[in-house]
């Protein structure tokens, strides 16, 4: 279930990457959430047009998922590949310091 606009939750940062990911594994949007009290930048993330568009893509090869993850504290590469022939990649960065370079093989 997201967990994306539950009072006290996730920053703004941490719902992005909350959404992106579920969105690249095919998972079940199931908002847990009161919708009467969410917040407007919550909402804002749920209604993402693309990242919508990623999750309910069905003609893909399969469900995405992590590809590459060098250490815990570092960049992490998802990825899921579209029916159109394209690939949807989320990028996290873990670490505490920007990361200028990011390579993402699969």
């Given at each position: 279930?997201?967990?994306?606009?539950?009072?006290g939750?996730?920053?703004?940062?941490?719902?992005?990457?909350?959404?992106?990911t579920?969105?690249?594994?095919?998972?079940?949007?199931?908002?847990?959430?009161?919708?009467?009290?969410?917040?407007?930048?919550?909402?804002?993330?749920?209604?993402?047009?693309?990242?919508?568009?990623v999750?309910?893509?069905?003609?893909?090869?399969?469900?995405?998922?992590?590809?590459?993850?060098?250490?815990?504290?570092?960049?992490?590469?998802?990825?899921?590949?579209?029916?159109?022939?394209?690939?949807?990649?989320?990028?996290?960065?873990?670490?505490?310091e920007?990361?200028?370079?990011?390579?993402c093989t699969?």
């Open positions: 279930m997201l967990q994306i606009g539950d009072p939750g996730l920053t703004v940062g941490e719902a992005r990457v909350h959404f992106a579920w969105a690249v594994t095919s998972s079940l949007m199931l908002i847990g959430a009161p919708l009467n009290n969410i917040d407007s930048a919550s909402l804002g993330i749920l209604k993402t047009p693309g990242i919508v568009a999750s309910q893509d069905r003609g893909g090869s399969r469900q995405g998922g992590r590809v590459s993850a060098p250490n815990l504290q570092g960049p992490e590469c998802w990825a899921k590949h579209m029916s159109d022939g394209s690939a949807a990649v989320v990028l996290i960065n873990r670490g505490a920007g990361v200028s370079n990011v390579t699969w």
